[in-house]
């Protein structure tokens, strides 16, 4: 196998204390426990196998169960404040308040519904699932931006995989719930989710970091096949997920079975990325040792003299050289301010937060996730109701939640690695790809609105797929219109979009249309304190899918805007600047980055300094 070592020598080489502290201070590393932290932290996706469990434990309606599907996604989308924490804390610190969050949130949700505590009313059990999801937002912070700043010249396969195994994590977590709970009913389910990822995320509180430019730079080793080493495992492990969701729901399992289908699990997802991880290290400590054993070793004497002090400088130079400002009127900093706002720099420079807030570009990308991921979510966290509505049994309903899970993930992958590859390759445009994610997606949801008969399982497939094709794609276009200064903040305003949209089309019409059939059905209006009245039939999501089917269609109209606004940008070379940083990080003296990232003032003034160098040293340090 590729990750396998071989010979003793080798392991003995690995198993020190040297090589592991390397291994733990490499973004190699970063990158796996990133990848665990957010292969825990889609709860928010398991929505639809515990929606139904809120309903009949604490006699929501659907309209409440609606409005709470709509603060889970308020929550795990409005991360604007995880951004602005990012950009002024380290990353260990948006992942503990994450954690923290996470744990608080979700363990009163199972409170309630294990009947703990009193039953809360809507608002209060609004506010629980708002905060737990809101960790989510924490923990994609902390672990995407890190990674896109540690890979900035592969942020699309960066992306799809981080997102891939978010899309996982829903359908990791359930096979998880089997093993230690024996599957039981939704409330462990819940547990489960409470304190599981507040787990992994304290775990790795302190390797997840930006690793310095020149650092990266000179341990970059030429890592494209780890990506695809790390993509043909999560592959692995998705389609291990696959069939063991079909095998669990043909045959019966044992405890001692559902504890074997984990084991498994854990391997793909613990130990085989920790094996390619460890082999990169491994290839890099080689490749440097016999760097520093090829080249000779140079002594080179730099003499400094004593730097000239600030008053020197000045009396040295000309009076008519020196510049002095113009004193400026009072009102200037709100001109400057306003005139820096509405004049943005061109695509791919760093914008501020202001400049990318009334960015055009900026709303386009706004109306396009509003209708494109308003409408998926809206299927997503209905699919329970929808296939109860169809008559379809619990447990074929659930394995088309686990399923949105799996093909969640494969879009996100797909999406993310493909498009990175059209770009480099064809310099097929990022926008147009989200046109086409939107424009399949309409077909999923016109067989939910039709009721296909037997279609349901296609409907999942193509909305997990469409869904999670949506948010690599958003991600690195907001990266690579707007850059990465302010990334942390610009990406989790992009993903506002999302819950907006799901409370137009899921709370305002597929929740209203919803309930306004059932009492239909029922021949009168269904309580005011909620009820256990359900929908049948065909008529309860067909006029909701059908709105959601044209507003879909009209953002895939708005983005071909973007297309046309960005064809010029993305028909140049957008990631040259940051291989010519790489390159100028390599070959600076010392193996530092850019002169902007040199501290000044290093050395001290006066005298020599012997300063031992050769090509393989510059590059190790």
């Known amino acids: 196998m590729v990750m396998a070592f071989a010979g003793g020598g080798v392991a003995a080489e690995v198993l020190t204390a040297h090589f592991a502290r390397q291994v733990l201070s490499g973004h190699w590393f970063t990158l796996f426990a990133c990848l665990l932290i957010l292969s825990a932290s889609g ?36 991360g604007v404040p995880a951004g602005l924490l990012s950009e002024v804390a380290a990353p260990w610190v948006v992942l503990a308040v994450g954690a923290a969050m996470n744990l608080a949130g979700y363990l009163m949700v199972y409170l309630s519904l ?108 030429g890592g494209g096949d780890v990506f695809f080493c790390l993509l043909y495992i999560s592959i692995a492990l998705a389609s291990y997920i696959l069939v063991m969701i079909v095998v669990q729901r043909q045959a019966s399992f044992s405890r ?11 391997l793909l997802l613990l130990f085989l990325p920790l094996a390619v991880v460890v082999r990169q290290e491994y290839r890099i400590k080689k490749e440097l040792e016999e760097s520093l054993r090829a080249a000779p070793t140079t002594v080179t004497v730099v003499e400094k003299t004593a730097a000239p002090s600030p008053m020197t400088e000045v009396a040295a130079t000309p009076a008519s050289t020196i510049d002095t400002p113009p004193p400026l009127p009072s009102s200037c900093g709100l001109t400057s301010f306003l005139r820096h706002t509405f004049t943005p720099p061109a695509h ?49 309903v659930d394995a088309a939640v686990s399923l949105i899970s799996v093909w969640n993930y494969a879009g ?62 958003l991600y690195a276009v907001i990266s690579e219109l707007f850059g990465l200064r302010r990334y942390p903040t610009l990406y989790n305003l992009g993903a506002v ?3 907006v949209g799901a409370y137009l089309l899921n709370v305002r019409v597929a929740g209203r249309l919803y309930d306004a059939e059932a009492a239909r059905q029922h021949g009168g209006a269904l309580p005011a304190g909620g009820g256990d009245k359900t929908c049948v039939g065909v008529e309860c999501f067909r006029r909701s899918f059908l709105i959601i089917t044209a507003t ?22 957008i990631y040259a600047r940051f291989r010519v940083a790489a390159v100028a990080g390599e070959e600076s003296p010392g193996g530092g980055g850019s002169v902007a990232e040199q501290r000044p003032g290093q050395g001290g003034a006066g005298g020599s300094d012997l300063v031992e160098s050769t090509e393989g040293k510059e590059a190790a340090s």
Not at 441 to 453: F, K, N, Q, R
Not at 553 to 571: H, Q
């Open 43 to 78: 709860a928010t996706y398991a929505f639809g196998i515990y929606s139904r469990a809120l309903r009949a434990s604490l006699g929501y309606d659907q309209r409440a169960v609606a409005t709470l599907a709509f603060f889970k996604d308020l929550g795990s989308n409005v």
């Open 114 to 221: 294990a009947g703990r505590v009193a039953r809360p009313p809507v608002w209060l059990m609004c506010a629980y699932v708002c905060a737990g999801a809101n960790s989510q937002a924490f923990a994609g912070t902390g672990a995407l931006v890190t990674c896109v700043r540690n890979f900035p010249g592969t942020r699309g396969a960066v992306l799809g995989l981080l997102k891939g195994y978010v899309g996982l994590s829903s359908a990791i977590l359930a096979q998880l719930h089997l093993a230690l709970y024996g599957g039981g009913d939704a409330t462990s389910l819940v547990l489960l989710i409470a304190w599981l990822p507040a787990a992994v995320s304290v775990a790795f509180l302190g390797t997840v970091r930006v690793v310095p430019r020149q650092q990266s730079a000179a341990r970059r080793g």
């Open 256 to 266: 001692a079975a559902y504890a074997a289908s984990a084991a498994g699990l854990l």
């Open 348 to 396: 791919g420079e760093d914008y501020s937060i202001p400049q990318a807030l009334v960015s055009v570009d900026m709303v386009i990308l706004f109306v396009v996730i509003t209708c494109g991921a308003g409408g998926t979510l809206t299927a997503i966290d209905n699919m329970g109701q929808i296939g109860q509505s169809l008559g379809y049994p619990p447990r074929s």
């Open 412 to 473: 996100r992958v797909a999406a993310g690695y493909a498009s990175e590859a059209l770009l480099s390759r064809y310099r097929f445009p990022r926008p147009l790809a989200l046109t086409a994610v939107l424009l399949a997606s309409c077909a999923g949801h016109l067989l939910i609105a039709l009721g296909v008969p037997r279609a349901l399982y296609a409907a999942s497939v193509l909305t997990g797929l469409c869904f999670g094709a949506q948010w690599p794609l």
């Open 497 to 499: 979009a999302s819950p």
């Open 552 to 573: 879909t269609a009209a953002g895939a109209l708005v983005s071909l805007v973007l297309v046309w606004r960005t064809r010029e940008f993305y028909r140049g070379d």
